[in-house]
């Protein structure tokens, strides 16, 4: 059903977020960090980052990390009008519109964001294909010149609607779970060789992460190095985002911590990919 009157959108957005918020404060969520001081919360915590992470997970961020000074990009479309406004409610700023689809006017809001704040996008959102990483988010990191932080968010055999991500619902009770990379630089300037290579990577490495959440929220066995995460606003995020942080690590050492590929194999990649680029 098509919600368009604003009083419609208003109601039901503040249903949805006190069903959202009671709903999800009876799991369990623990993360498995490359790099714990990604985490907007983590008193070390400097500079802002671009989170990413599949659509259908989107319940488990809005839920923890509101209050953290993160800015979240929605579609123009109409179906992310109540989405909005849940975002706002559960303490999320928002910018509407596409990093490609007149871009120009969306790019400058969120540079403007980037300055003092975080971003986070789904980056198969907001129609599909599940699970297929579009390059909007690698564009952006690299002319932001904002590090990628990669989140695989998973929930033990949650409910799955009949929508195009298979948008999952987790069962009350049950275990969230979430495997987070390390910031990942992604150089600026790449050409379209390189853009590729930087997007297919990434949407590997998401996959992997979620894979791997997903198998560890049914297994529900410890972890060695895992932490007990829990819904709180950041004492930090509202300034230190603002400050020099780190530039983050290439994306092939990313791939190969996480078995993905060897380093080596890589890092030789990338470098041909930078030659043609230079040549």
Known sequence: MKI???????????????AIRHWM???DYRADFGDPTVDPVH??????????????AILLPLHLRGHANIAMLLSRHWDANVLDKVARMMGFGVVRGSTFHGGSVVLRQLAERARTGNLTITPDGPRGPRRRLAAGCVYL???????????????????????????AVPRPWSRARAVVSRPIHVPEGLDRDGLEWHRAGIERLLVR?????????????????????????????????ALPGPAGVPLADELARTGLASAASERATATATSARRAS
């Open 141 to 167: 990191a690299g002319t932001l010149r904002i590090p990628l932080v990669a989140m695989g968010l998973g929930f033990d055999r949650p409910w799955r609607l009949r929508t195009w991500d298979r948008f």
């Open 25 to 27: 404060a009876t799991l």
């Open 43 to 56: 008193p070390d915590f400097r500079g802002a980052k671009i989170f990413v992470f599949w659509h259908e």
């Open 209 to 241: 992460l979620s894979d791997d959440a997903e198998a560890w929220a049914t297994a529900g066995d410890d972890r060695a190095g895992a932490s007990r995460v829990r819904r709180e606003p950041s004492a930090v995020a509202a300034w230190a985002a």
């Open 4 to 18: 368009t009157s604003p009083l419609a959108i208003g109601a039901t957005s503040l249903v949805a977020t006190a």
